[in-house]
């Protein structure tokens, strides 16, 4: 499963001086909330994100599947050269596998396990 911060995206947008589709990163979950890349410091720890508990595992190196707008399917970004060139890599989101299964719907909280490591 895959995590994206939005507030991570939202300093990519930043620097990268353009509005963002989301869709363009493919991920399985958007979370709000938290600072600028918060998600990187769940690697290797367990989540609870709704009913479910994940285990975090591994940042998300972004590739340029994310240069193609969702809309249009023209390549019309750059995210993993404005990651790198602003932030020192090209990574936005996490990995995660769940370890235990539940409902998940818009709303819920994503949880670390082992103490407030989003705020």
Same mark, same amino acid.
């Given at each position: 499963?895959?995590?994206? &911060?939005? !507030?991570?995206?939202? =300093?990519?947008?930043? !620097? !990268?001086g353009?509005?963002?589709?989301?869709?363009?990163f493919?991920?399985?979950?958007?979370?709000? &909330?938290?600072?600028?890349? !918060?998600?990187?410091?769940?690697?290797?720890q367990?989540?609870?994100?709704?009913?479910a508990?994940?285990?975090?595992?591994k940042?998300?190196?972004r590739?340029?599947?994310?240069?193609?707008?969702?809309?249009? =399917?023209e390549?019309? =970004?750059?995210?993993?050269? =404005?990651?790198?060139?602003?932030?020192?890599?090209?990574?936005?989101?996490?990995?995660?596998?769940v370890?235990?299964g539940?409902?998940?719907?818009?709303?819920?909280?994503?949880?670390?396990?082992? &103490?407030?490591?989003?705020?």
């Amino acid at each position: 499963m895959s995590i994206i &911060g939005m !507030a991570s995206l939202h =300093a990519l947008e930043r !620097a !990268a001086g353009m509005t963002l589709d989301p869709l363009r990163f493919r991920a399985n979950v958007y979370v709000s &909330g938290g600072r600028p890349w !918060a998600e990187f410091d769940l690697v290797g720890q367990e989540i609870q994100l709704g009913g479910a508990r994940l285990r975090v595992f591994k940042r998300i190196v972004r590739c340029p599947a994310t240069e193609v707008n969702p809309d249009t =399917a023209e390549r019309d =970004a750059k995210p993993p050269k =404005a990651l790198r060139e602003h932030f020192g890599h090209a990574d936005l989101g996490v990995y995660a596998e769940v370890i235990e299964g539940g409902h998940l719907a818009i709303g819920d909280a994503l949880e670390p396990l082992q &103490g407030d490591l989003l705020h």
